[in-house]
């Protein structure tokens, strides 16, 4: 019973992350990237399309990249997910190129992956007993590098224009992986204190292409549990637009707070937004940040907003939402922040501990004035 309960196991982990990738639903392609970088917009809510101060800008809205006060920035994100057994992880390192035109140039990678997982397949000897020698262990993993590009247009430097070029690879051990490319586009407009931003994920559609390479056991244990041989397929991630607008108030001589809005809409079929039609959906995000002396940070947002059946009554519908909050601190040129946010799906995955870092990198000559 136990050597059953193992395969079992093992194929319904396979099965899983075979149906991620190849193309089943496209509400799921390329699920990883939906998820987004960094603490700081973990804490909003991820609404921070119009205003993200640092590298991470990249993912957010590379045109942000234009206002990034530092010449050299690198930084980096950590998180687990279901109970620390998929790591999430980012890095990233971005370079001022041109001050005149204001542009800035970074790379992010990103990484997503579930590591040994026991292959229990071949356990057992021809003479049916049993041998631990035999299990094997594969990783789940998907992997992104975003090459990012800013700069100010018109010869306005408070206009800003950027865009991502994005190789994806995803892997499922030895059994399949999947290559896509993509485009992104961004827009930032900034106006004294008032900022507004646009964001057209996969702007051209993009494409990820997947082979498999299932050995002959395999194939029988899929075929006779009943189960679905995977074939080569091409996986479709549909454009989304995000827009989005932020304001930032001064409360005193050392206080502000930052209110943002985002409005996601996407055409993927994703049926949980607040706003939902047969292929078209709208996902509001807000978020609010505290700052005091540009050291000290307290953030708070509100996400997923949902409109769900009730149990007591099915045709009446009950407004649901996912609050997330964080802090950060600046240590000179040092951003450290945290976020508690459920940075997957809302009905499945407990909170998470989302830490990253941004360091500040100037020439020695530079005197570093302490500004955010």
């Known amino acids: 019973m136990k050597m059953k309960a193992n395969k079992t196991n093992f194929l319904l982990l396979i099965l899983l992350f075979l149906s991620m990738g190849s193309g089943f639903s496209q509400k799921f392609s390329n699920e990883f990237l939906k998820i987004g970088i960094g603490a700081r917009a973990q804490a909003m809510s991820g609404a921070?399309?119009?205003?993200?101060?640092?590298?991470?800008a990249g993912y957010w809205n590379p045109a942000m990249m234009s206002g990034i006060a530092a010449p050299f920035q690198a930084g980096a994100m950590h998180a687990n997910i279901f109970g620390g057994v998929v790591k999430y992880d980012n890095m990233m390192?971005?370079?001022?190129?041109?001050?005149?035109?204001?542009?800035f140039g970074a790379i992010t990678l990103i990484r997503m992956?579930?590591?040994?997982?026991?292959?229990?397949?071949?356990i057992r000897e021809p003479d049916g007993s049993i041998n631990y020698d035999n299990i094997r262990s594969f990783s789940v993993s998907d992997y992104a590098m975003l090459i990012s590009y800013a700069k100010s247009i018109f010869g306005d430097p408070n206009l800003r224009l950027g865009g991502n070029a994005k190789l994806i690879h995803r892997r499922i051990g030895s059994f399949g992986q999947g290559w896509g490319l993509g485009v992104d586009l961004g827009?930032?407009?900034?106006?004294?204190?008032?900022?507004?931003?646009?964001?057209?994920?996969?702007?051209?559609?993009?494409?990820t292409a997947w082979t498999y390479d299932i050995d002959a056991e395999t194939e029988r244990v899929l075929v006779n549990t009943g189960n679905d041989v995977p074939e080569s397929s091409v996986e479709i991630t549909l454009p989304s637009l995000t827009l989005g607008g932020a304001g930032q108030f001064k409360l005193n001589n050392k206080s502000k707070l930052l209110a943002a809005l985002d409005v996601e809409l996407n055409t993927d079929g994703q049926k949980g937004g607040l706003i939902a039609a047969n292929r078209f959906a709208v996902l509001p995000k807000l978020g609010l940040e505290y700052s005091y002396a540009d050291k000290v940070f307290i953030?708070?947002?509100v996400g997923r907003f949902q409109l769900l059946k009730t149990q007591a009554d099915a045709e009446k519908r009950a407004l649901d939402f996912q609050p997330t909050a964080g802090v950060g601190v600046k240590l000179?040129?040092?951003?450290?922040?945290?976020?508690?946010?459920?940075?997957?799906?809302?009905?499945v995955l407990d909170y998470t501990h989302v830490f990253s870092l941004v360091l500040d990198i100037y020439p020695r000559q530079h005197t570093d004035d302490g500004n955010r």
């Open 187 to 207: 827009v930032q407009w900034v106006m004294d204190n008032y900022m507004f931003g646009a964001m057209l994920r996969d702007a051209t559609t993009t494409f």
């Open 48 to 56: 921070v399309t119009a205003y993200n101060p640092d590298v991470n």
């Open 299 to 301: 953030r708070g947002g």
């Open 93 to 103: 390192v971005g370079k001022r190129l041109n001050v005149d035109n204001g542009s």
């Open 113 to 122: 992956a579930v590591d040994d997982i026991p292959n229990t397949l071949s």
């Open 332 to 347: 000179g040129r040092i951003h450290i922040d945290y976020a508690f946010s459920d940075i997957g799906n809302a009905s």
